[in-house]
């Protein structure tokens, strides 16, 4: 199956600053999926994104899906992006890579 | 909110019982999957069903075991639970290639 890596794997911030998660992928894809998970386990969706970039609010997202890999940007962090960001590919499943754990503190 | 819900938030079991796990899902989410999440790992996917049949699996013993209803409902079975199977169950939602929509999950402990 397709292997997704994901980096770094912590992620310690002071609030106001900006961060780059990355994700790589070892195969094409038909999408890939970024998720944040809060502390109560619920997975949100933050992107669906198989190439270029979007944005939402203070978070933005980039696929080069030639190049196998996305990334994640939060700019201005708040504690409440504290959490466990996830990217996902999907292959008629979504295959998770192993998380990145993000701590902001105030 | 995702339009996702799972029944029980929480559960313990002992080893060898029995489980069934719930998730519903709003209308049109013709796709469900579910997938389990041990601590500290990302989510593993454990099925798939579309319009009522399985069309995918991942690597899982036949123990578990899923039905997904016409009334965008679904369940996961697991038989002969083992310690192993202590994990976060995520259930996931949506239309088929479109994105996924997630509930919060039933946390299963087995003692």
């Given amino acids: 199956g397709i292997q997704v890596e ?5 992620l310690i911030l002071q609030e106001g600053a900006n961060s780059t998660l990355r994700c790589n992928f070892s195969d094409s894809v038909n999408n890939l999926q970024w998720f944040h998970q809060n502390p109560w386990g619920q997975l949100i969706n933050l992107f669906y994104i198989p190439s270029g970039t979007k944005q939402n609010g203070r978070l933005s997202a980039t696929t080069v899906a030639t190049e196998r890999y996305s990334l994640l940007y939060i700019s201005s962090s708040q504690t409440t992006d504290s959490g466990v960001y996830f990217c996902a590919v999907d292959d008629y499943k979504l ?5 990145t754990t993000v701590t902001v503190r105030a | 909110e995702t339009g996702v819900t799972q029944s029980p938030t ?3 079991k002992t080893r060898g019982q ?7 899902s709003q209308s049109g989410h013709n796709t469900v999957s579910w997938y389990q999440q041990a601590l500290g790992q990302g989510p593993q996917f454990i099925f798939q069903y579309y319009r009522e049949e399985e069309n995918g699996r991942g690597n899982f013993p036949p123990r578990f075991s899923g039905l997904q209803f016409p ?4 369940e996961l079975n697991v038989n002969a639970l083992e310690l192993d199977d202590s994990a976060l169950y995520l259930c996931a939602a949506g ?3 479109e994105k996924l929509f997630f509930g919060s999950g039933t946390q299963l402990s087995v003692l």
């Fill in chain 2, 95 to 97: 239309q088929a290639n």
């Fill in chain 1, 6 to 10: 994901q980096s770094p794997p912590d």
């Fill in chain 1, 95 to 99: 295959s998770f890579g192993a998380g």
């Fill in chain 2, 18 to 24: 029995q489980v069934t796990l719930r998730c519903s």
């Fill in chain 2, 10 to 12: 929480h559960l313990i």
């Fill in chain 2, 71 to 74: 009334n965008y409902s679904s």
